[in-house]
């Protein structure tokens, strides 16, 4: 007994009737679990197994895949039922300066112009299949003829970093910003065609579920490491992975890292390695379920796509993530999940 029951005889009476009550329950429940075992098997006989294994698989088979449905969206759930792209076909800071249909004097202009640092990565928006080729108009091009029925181009490349004719996915670095061909300066020109015909990409680009400050950006990993390294984080060496995964579903780097401070503290030194391998807790926990930084990352990040659909106008974005009236779910079972990965991604988002 503790001190509180040893000075206090009243206490210490109702301590031991609770205690003893407790007991009783305990095995009066243990007694009818056992003599529910016994009717169950003597009842069914031979049948009773096959029966369990029939319970099982009309039970706890469906149960898991609606929660396999919750916590990984499925392939493309960034791309908004195929209306908008989840991601710039440039894997950095840009600014548009050339808009679909400029009269351009002897052409008019079938794409967008982004401009941005020469050998700034190229990525596919979307999966499918390459041609490389090469034009005096467009120097280096790809033509991208992707899975969504979509042909995507992009022009004025510095180089490539795919074969002709290989197999991309979204996110994946296929070339590098250049000013090849008839250009002015580093940028890349890219157009988009639907059925045999050039259609304005920028609503495409622009068409993503997500808010501005939760779509994809470039974060500076060597800084977002340095900051990590300040909290005693695991995840300091590994930043290149969480900003893969974001990169190819398009959420902002740093929100994926702010919900790892919320989640775990962001992976202290010192940590189970399994909890390196789930910081964002998808599937339930990193003790269950720890299929590695990267994958996780991605998992998590289709999950905050796959939850931001549906937000009504003026509702805060990460709130909306965890909100009971989501009708998506819910990431976080805690109600203030939201104001600590809130926290954490605006001090994010002002110090990266």
């Known amino acids: 007994m503790d001190s509180e029951y040893l000075l206090n005889p009243i206490a210490s009476t109702g301590g031991f009737f609770q205690e003893t009550t407790k007991t009783a329950a305990k095995a009066a429940a243990n007694t009818a679990a056992r003599s529910a075992v016994r009717w169950f098997f003597a009842s069914l006989g031979p049948f009773a197994v096959p029966l369990l294994f029939l319970l ?25 039922g195929g209306i908008g792209l989840g991601l710039a076909p440039v894997s950095g800071r840009w600014t548009l300066t050339g808009k679909f249909g400029e009269d351009r004097g002897d052409h008019i202009h079938m794409g967008i112009d982004l401009a941005c640092p020469e050998g700034t990565p190229v990525v596919a928006v979307a999966a499918g299949r390459v041609r490389l080729s090469s034009s005096p108009a467009g120097g280096n091009e790809i033509w991208l003829y992707g899975e969504d029925g979509r042909t995507y181009y992009y022009a004025h ?8 004719g290989e197999t991309v996915s979204p996110g994946q670095v296929i070339g590098y910003v250049g000013s090849t061909g008839r250009s002015t300066g580093p940028h890349l020109h890219f157009g988009v065609m639907v059925d045999g015909r050039w259609v304005d990409p920028l609503p495409l680009l622009q068409g993503g579920v997500l808010p501005g400050d939760l779509a994809y950006r470039y974060v500076d990993g060597e800084k977002l490491a340095a900051w990590l390294r300040g909290k005693r984080s695991m995840l300091a060496d590994h930043v290149d992975e969480i900003i893969r995964a ?26 189970p390695a399994a909890m390196l391998g789930n910081p964002f807790n998808v599937y339930g926990s990193w003790q269950s379920y720890s299929p590695g930084l990267y994958e996780s990352a991605r998992i998590a990040a289709r999950t905050v796509v796959k939850l931001s659909r549906g937000r009504p106008e003026g509702v805060h974005p990460i709130y909306w993530l965890s909100a009971r009236e989501n009708p998506n779910g819910v990431y976080a079972e805690d109600p203030n999940w939201w104001r600590g990965v809130t926290y954490f991604f605006e001090a994010l988002q002002r110090q990266i």
């Open 56 to 80: 099982f698989f009309a039970i706890v088979i469906p149960f898991a895949c609606l929660m396999r449905d919750f916590y990984y969206p499925g392939e493309y759930g960034y791309f908004d």
């Open 246 to 271: 974001a990169r190819e579903v398009g959420v902002n780097p740093l929100l994926l890292v702010a919900i790892t401070g919320q989640e775990q503290s962001f992976v202290p030194e010192g940590s």
């Open 157 to 164: 490349l510095s180089g490539y970093h795919v074969a002709d």
